[in-house]
């Protein structure tokens, strides 16, 4: 195709700008649509993931949850596709890397990719309708939002996928720290307001309102189009004009948002969480400062702003973390600490979390008095420098999880969300040399900035969350009060309309879409797959005497390199304590360095230290029977730049060689920092934690899993840390148990080594490597290879209750299920595909309430899960994950459904990785037995998968069921609602939160 250039008109686009961006070897090309105003901006390159994104400028004036309701609503029916819910069908079949909505505090952002030009226009078709001509039928709006419920008893009560989701983010210490933490210092702006909705303001919301708000911003006029990949621009025009944009006018839509008025004073502000034991609140409290700062809009000042909080609190070492930490005011560091930059004006916050709120004033003096040192005397060289490589290194690393055009999209909408181009807080590498210059230039640059901003800077906030032992009962008893004024509200006769509602809402959700709508929803067809899975390269050989991989990839100039020690042998109370070893080796400090220098050194010298554990059956082939082998590693990741090299792997020689844990105070720290982070995990990953703790008690592998990351190492966290004063004894032999562990794991004969890289630098790599491997001794035990994994001896068909302080909960069921590598898992897995995406989805979600519902197959354990997120009835979840199951074994499924699972399960094995997790994922697979030829076998069996196939598997399950295992996680309130005929009830375990 020709080359565009501004002035170019395009299918009714005009073309604003060209230019080439070589730092993201892009071509960023901009353009406006000429009969509406939509703003267009394609990132145009080589990349075969290509991404759309649709994002509205959504500034709430309430605290409804409108933006948040509307995210959802969307994708529940358009003029093209009148279905209940195509975003489920798409979820079903397509072959998407990503998709998904997300709500921000002021814009609401609808992306979607695929590696399937095919596919990625059926995705584009099926949200560019829902976006501009959406349904929104009142159906919807219940469903989503809430609606009001008369029970038998004549009760009221309030149910809604958003709402349910709310109470479950208010119920969670760390959510409601960092809600308030932002919003406090915005009281004028439209930031004080939850976007997402507040569960007593969502009930507020009319049907009126929430269409109104659709009208008034989901116009191409509001609209902003990123796009990102090889698809050539013109294509994305003429499909965008063709099938939206040219039915719509220009449309006057001004949504200025105003930048919040400054204070002349700092201001303070108390709120409260659930605690989980009422008798014992102290050291529960959170507490934050927090400042209003810069504008988003110029990419310099972000950029800016981001190495000034690496400097104070990126790493251990940095001396406001430090000081802080070291303090004794409270236990580690608020997860609210750093920089907010996703609005219009930064937000920098820190605080420490497991304190009290009489210590207010002693923790707004020492961060004051830091502030003031480090301004008088300078913030040190080396940590100013470590600061500016950390953050130049996260720029320049392509990273996972998310697809690389995702996160492109988040730098650039920033500036261009607020009218500034897309490439203005797009580019990064002019302006981190304009900073240097400047930082070089002005020797007190960075000490002045933080002088402005932070410590003479008035618009700041304290706010203090701490927990109130009767927060259970007020909350009920305001529910309670709330619920009955809505009933007086509606009087009988709105009672009685209620019940209409009711009736027609379930009548809405029972029946099924027309055969004929759903046939409207483009799909790929099963040719459309690739047939072959793809491979990764990975080169083995033996050097220094251990089992070596290499991965020749592009990284950029960044060298990975993986240390994996085998942990087999490791048992009993030493094995709980792998996860704070994994911690403390690499924050402890070395003979001659203590912790904080060697945070710094790690962050002038690497791009990022890091360990995890992980414990799995070697995959059994072909077999039907459970592996007798087994392999648990420790793992160690070291990413750094080519050209520190040497330094950085001579540090991780010092980790792997010298560590010492002399510190006991730094120890507890350590601890106590580790416990915290469950804690704090649990309430957002509930359901993982009941996942893996139902599977744990199938698989005696994944009891080893879960001792490492689940409820079991919560509850060793905390009773380690319970006698607060009796604690630094408890250290000491925490401290003996680590020596053990170092000597024990860091061993020639327990590790293989993993390096993703360009083979150009691998000779200089091996170099490099030889001294750190021939410092570690030989290792003279091997019998842990000899071991057999534990068995796990649990009564089947058991329910775990287990209370934590929240409104909504989490069910989980893990069933006895078959092996990767044969016919049987293949079917097992589509089968999951198609529970999660239709039946469970249906029932558990659209029609129970809950945020989300999950079913999953784990090859190497031969386990099957079902789970539910954020569910306001967990004890009826569990009877219909049967249910679900059932229906497929009883009933026949047609080829269409099939069909789709069967790509919907593709797709997942076919997202792209970046170079660094490619490699690791090659890595993983030779340490686990995970051939080539499985993979390729179990793709055949997948493609293979027939109706008859689906109703043989259901049926496995169904009669696995017998010795399941089911976890629920939930309030008292909802943990009383499990009664015995629900299953075999297990003693209620209630968690020390």
């Given at each position: 195709?020709?080359?565009?250039?501004?002035?170019?008109?395009?299918?009714?686009?005009?073309?604003?700008?060209?230019?080439?961006?070589?730092?993201?070897?892009?071509?960023?090309?901009?353009?406006?649509?000429?009969?509406?105003?939509?703003?267009?901006?394609?990132?145009?390159?080589?990349?075969?993931?290509?991404?759309?994104?649709?994002?509205?400028?959504?500034?709430?004036?309430?605290?409804?949850?409108?933006?948040?309701?509307?995210?959802?609503?969307?994708?529940?029916?358009?003029?093209?596709?009148?279905?209940?819910?195509?975003?489920?069908?798409?979820?079903?079949?397509?072959?998407?890397?990503?998709?998904?909505?997300?709500?921000?505090?002021?814009?609401?952002?609808?992306?979607?990719?695929?590696?399937?030009?095919?596919?990625?226009?059926?995705?584009?078709?099926?949200?560019?309708?829902?976006?501009?001509?959406?349904?929104?039928?009142?159906?919807?709006?219940?469903?989503?939002?809430?609606?009001?419920?008369?029970?038998?008893?004549?009760?009221?009560?309030?149910?809604?996928?958003?709402?349910?989701?709310?109470?479950?983010?208010?119920?969670?210490?760390?959510?409601?720290?960092?809600?308030?933490?932002?919003?406090?210092?915005?009281?004028?702006?439209?930031?004080?307001?939850?976007?997402?909705?507040?569960?007593?303001?969502?009930?507020?919301?009319?049907?009126?309102?929430?269409?109104?708000?659709?009208?008034?911003?989901?116009?191409?006029?509001?609209?902003?189009?990123?796009?990102?990949?090889?698809?050539?621009?013109?294509?994305?025009?003429?499909?965008?004009?063709?099938?939206?944009?040219?039915?719509?006018?220009?449309?006057?839509?001004?949504?200025?948002?105003?930048?919040?008025?400054?204070?002349?004073?700092?201001?303070?502000?108390?709120?409260?969480?659930?605690?989980?034991?009422?008798?014992?609140?102290?050291?529960?409290?959170?507490?934050?400062?927090?400042?209003?700062?810069?504008?988003?809009?110029?990419?310099?000042?972000?950029?800016?702003?981001?190495?000034?909080?690496?400097?104070?609190?990126?790493?251990?070492?940095?001396?406001?973390?430090?000081?802080?930490?070291?303090?004794?005011?409270?236990?580690?560091?608020?997860?609210?600490?750093?920089?907010?930059?996703?609005?219009?004006?930064?937000?920098?916050?820190?605080?420490?979390?497991?304190?009290?709120?009489?210590?207010?004033?002693?923790?707004?003096?020492?961060?004051?008095?830091?502030?003031?040192?480090?301004?008088?005397?300078?913030?040190?060289?080396?940590?100013?420098?470590?600061?500016?490589?950390?953050?130049?290194?996260?720029?320049?690393?392509?990273?996972?999880?998310?697809?690389?055009?995702?996160?492109?999209?988040?730098?650039?909408?920033?500036?261009?969300?607020?009218?500034?181009?897309?490439?203005?807080?797009?580019?990064?590498?002019?302006?981190?040399?304009?900073?240097?210059?400047?930082?070089?230039?002005?020797?007190?640059?960075?000490?002045?900035?933080?002088?402005?901003?932070?410590?003479?800077?008035?618009?700041?906030?304290?706010?203090?969350?701490?927990?109130?032992?009767?927060?259970?009962?007020?909350?009920?008893?305001?529910?309670?009060?709330?619920?009955?004024?809505?009933?007086?509200?509606?009087?009988?006769?709105?009672?009685?309309?209620?019940?209409?509602?009711?009736?027609?809402?379930?009548?809405?959700?029972?029946?099924?879409?027309?055969?004929?709508?759903?046939?409207?929803?483009?799909?790929?067809?099963?040719?459309?797959?690739?047939?072959?899975?793809?491979?990764?390269?990975?080169?083995?050989?033996?050097?220094?005497?251990?089992?070596?991989?290499?991965?020749?990839?592009?990284?950029?100039?960044?060298?990975?390199?993986?240390?994996?020690?085998?942990?087999?042998?490791?048992?009993?109370?030493?094995?709980?304590?792998?996860?704070?070893?994994?911690?403390?080796?690499?924050?402890?400090?070395?003979?001659?360095?203590?912790?904080?220098?060697?945070?710094?050194?790690?962050?002038?010298?690497?791009?990022?230290?890091?360990?995890?554990?992980?414990?799995?059956?070697?995959?059994?082939?072909?077999?039907?029977?459970?592996?007798?082998?087994?392999?648990?590693?420790?793992?160690?990741?070291?990413?750094?730049?080519?050209?520190?090299?040497?330094?950085?792997?001579?540090?991780?020689?010092?980790?792997?060689?010298?560590?010492?844990?002399?510190?006991?105070?730094r120890i507890k720290d350590l601890l106590l920092e580790l416990r915290n982070d469950f804690r704090a995990s649990l309430i957002p990953r509930g359901n993982?934690?009941?996942?893996?703790?139902?599977?744990?008690?199938?698989?005696?592998?994944?009891?080893?899993?879960?001792?490492?990351?689940?409820?079991?190492?919560?509850?060793?966290?905390?009773?380690?840390?319970?006698?607060?004063?009796?604690?630094?004894?408890?250290?000491?032999?925490?401290?003996?148990?680590?020596?053990?562990?170092?000597?024990?794991?860091?061993?020639?004969?327990?590790?293989?080594?993993?390096?993703?890289?360009?083979?150009?630098?691998?000779?200089?790599?091996?170099?490099?490597?030889?001294?750190?491997?021939?410092?570690?001794?030989?290792?003279?035990?091997?019998?842990?290879?000899?071991?057999?994994?534990?068995?796990?001896?649990?009564?089947?068909?058991?329910?775990?209750?287990?209370?934590?302080?929240?409104?909504?909960?989490?069910?989980?069921?893990?069933?006895?299920?078959?092996?990767?590598?044969?016919?049987?898992?293949?079917?097992?897995?589509?089968?999951?595909?198609?529970?999660?995406?239709?039946?469970?989805?249906?029932?558990?979600?659209?029609?129970?309430?809950?945020?989300?519902?999950?079913?999953?197959?784990?090859?190497?354990?031969?386990?099957?899960?079902?789970?539910?997120?954020?569910?306001?009835?967990?004890?009826?979840?569990?009877?219909?994950?049967?249910?679900?199951?059932?229906?497929?074994?009883?009933?026949?499924?047609?080829?269409?459904?099939?069909?789709?699972?069967?790509?919907?399960?593709?797709?997942?094995?076919?997202?792209?990785?970046?170079?660094?997790?490619?490699?690791?994922?090659?890595?993983?697979?030779?340490?686990?037995?995970?051939?080539?030829?499985?993979?390729?076998?179990?793709?055949?069996?997948?493609?293979?998968?027939?109706?008859?196939?689906?109703?043989?598997?259901?049926?496995?399950?169904?009669?696995?069921?017998?010795?399941?295992?089911?976890?629920?996680?939930?309030?008292?309130?909802?943990?009383?609602?499990?009664?015995?005929?629900?299953?075999?009830?297990?003693?209620?375990?209630?968690?020390?939160?």
């Amino acid at each position: 195709m020709a080359n565009l250039k501004p002035g170019d008109v395009v299918t009714g686009f005009t073309i604003n700008s060209v230019r080439e961006l070589p730092e993201y070897r892009s071509l960023g090309i901009g353009a406006t649509h000429i009969r509406t105003g939509c703003r267009l901006y394609h990132l145009k390159n080589d990349d075969r993931e290509n991404l759309f994104a649709f994002a509205f400028k959504t500034p709430p004036d309430n605290n409804t949850g409108v933006p948040h309701i509307i995210e959802h609503s969307i994708l529940s029916g358009s003029r093209r596709f009148p279905v209940k819910d195509p975003f489920a069908q798409l979820l079903k079949g397509s072959m998407y890397t990503f998709l998904n909505a997300m709500t921000y505090p002021d814009r609401t952002i609808y992306p979607a990719s695929s590696t399937v030009e095919k596919d990625f226009f059926n995705l584009m078709l099926v949200y560019g309708d829902a976006v501009f001509f959406p349904l929104l039928r009142k159906e919807i709006f219940f469903q989503e939002g809430c609606h009001f419920l008369v029970k038998d008893s004549g009760q009221l009560e309030i149910s809604g996928v958003v709402y349910n989701e709310m109470r479950g983010n208010y119920s969670s210490h760390e959510a409601i720290v960092g809600e308030w933490s932002l919003r406090s210092l915005f009281p004028d702006s439209i930031y004080r307001f939850d976007s997402g909705g507040d569960p007593y303001s969502i009930p507020e919301l009319t049907y009126e309102d929430f269409l109104s708000f659709h009208r008034t911003y989901y116009h191409p006029s509001n609209c902003f189009i990123f796009l990102y990949g090889d698809i050539p621009t013109e294509n994305h025009l003429e499909f965008l004009e063709g099938n939206f944009l040219s039915t719509f006018e220009k449309k006057e839509v001004d949504i200025s948002i105003p930048s919040q008025p400054r204070w002349d004073k700092p201001r303070y502000l108390e709120k409260t969480y659930p605690p989980s034991n009422e008798n014992d609140v102290s050291a529960k409290s959170s507490i934050t400062l927090n400042w209003l700062t810069l504008s988003t809009m110029e990419q310099l000042n972000t950029i800016t702003m981001e190495m000034l909080s690496e400097a104070l609190l990126g790493n251990p070492g940095a001396p406001l973390h430090k000081t802080l930490v070291e303090s004794g005011l409270g236990e580690d560091l608020s997860p609210a600490s750093g920089l907010e930059a996703a609005i219009k004006e930064m937000v920098f916050t820190v605080g420490l979390r497991g304190t009290d709120p009489e210590k207010v004033s002693s923790l707004e003096d020492l961060v004051f008095s830091e502030l003031t040192n480090l301004i008088k005397d300078g913030i040190p060289s080396d940590v100013i420098e470590g600061a500016i490589r950390r953050v130049e290194f996260r720029n320049k690393e392509l990273r996972g999880g998310v697809p690389n055009g995702l996160r492109l999209l988040g730098r650039c909408i920033r500036g261009w969300m607020y009218n500034n181009n897309p490439e203005s807080t797009l580019e990064f590498s002019k302006w981190m040399e304009a900073i240097k210059e400047k930082a070089g230039r002005e020797k007190r640059f960075f000490e002045e900035l933080l002088e402005r901003e932070l410590a003479l800077n008035p618009h700041r906030s304290t706010v203090v969350v701490r927990p109130d032992s009767d927060y259970e009962i007020k909350e009920e008893e305001k529910r309670k009060d709330y619920i009955e004024k809505i009933r007086h509200k509606l009087g009988i006769s709105g009672i009685l309309e209620v019940k209409k509602e009711n009736q027609a809402f379930e009548s809405f959700q029972k029946t099924p879409d027309k055969a004929e709508d759903l046939r409207k929803i483009p799909f790929l067809k099963l040719k459309d797959a690739p047939q072959n899975v793809e491979i990764i390269h990975t080169e083995y050989t033996e050097e220094f005497g251990i089992p070596l991989y290499t991965h020749d990839f592009f990284t950029n100039k960044i060298v990975y390199i993986d240390f994996a020690f085998d942990t087999r042998g490791v048992g009993g109370e030493l094995s709980k304590l792998l996860p704070l070893y994994a911690k403390a080796v690499k924050s402890s400090g070395l003979p001659d360095i203590p912790y904080d220098e060697l945070a710094r050194q790690l962050a002038l010298k690497t791009g990022g230290f890091y360990s995890f554990l992980e414990a799995s059956s070697f995959y059994p082939g072909s077999v039907k029977v459970y592996s007798d082998e087994y392999r648990e590693y420790i793992f160690f990741r070291l990413k750094c730049l080519e050209d520190t090299l040497p330094q950085a792997l001579r540090l991780v020689q010092s980790i792997f060689t010298e560590c010492r844990f002399d510190d006991k105070r730094r120890i507890k720290d350590l601890l106590l920092e580790l416990r915290n982070d469950f804690r704090a995990s649990l309430i957002p990953r509930g359901n993982a934690f009941a996942t893996l703790r139902a599977a744990s008690k199938i698989a005696g592998v994944l009891a080893r899993m879960e001792s490492w990351r689940g409820i079991t190492q919560l509850l060793n966290l905390w009773e380690l840390s319970a006698e607060r004063e009796a604690l630094l004894q408890t250290v000491e032999k925490i401290r003996e148990k680590l020596r053990l562990l170092l000597q024990t794991l860091f061993t020639r004969n327990r590790l293989s080594i993993n390096i993703t890289a360009e083979e150009s630098i691998f000779s200089t790599v091996l170099t490099e490597l030889s001294p750190l491997v021939g410092s570690l001794p030989v290792g003279e035990d091997t019998s842990y290879s000899k071991l057999k994994p534990e068995k796990v001896m649990e009564e089947g068909g058991t329910i775990e209750p287990i209370v934590i302080p929240s409104s909504v909960g989490y069910a989980a069921t893990s069933l006895p299920a078959s092996f990767f590598g044969t016919e049987e898992y293949s079917h097992e897995g589509v089968l999951a595909h198609l529970l999660k995406t239709d039946v469970l989805w249906d029932l558990i979600r659209m029609r129970g309430g809950a945020y989300g519902v999950s079913a999953s197959v784990n090859g190497s354990e031969g386990i099957f899960s079902l789970s539910s997120y954020r569910d306001p009835e967990v004890f009826q979840t569990i009877n219909v994950f049967k249910e679900a199951v059932g229906s497929i074994a009883s009933g026949k499924t047609d080829r269409e459904s099939v069909d789709k699972a069967i790509l919907g399960v593709i797709a997942k094995e076919i997202k792209p990785l970046v170079p660094g997790s490619k490699g690791f994922v090659g890595f993983r697979r030779k340490l686990l037995g995970i051939t080539d030829e499985s993979r390729q076998k179990n793709r055949d069996y997948v493609l293979q998968t027939k109706p008859a196939s689906l109703k043989e598997a259901a049926e496995r399950i169904v009669n696995s069921w017998e010795s399941s295992a089911s976890v629920i996680l939930g309030g008292e309130k909802l943990i009383k609602k499990v009664t015995p005929a629900t299953g075999k009830i297990k003693k209620v375990l209630r968690l020390p939160l």
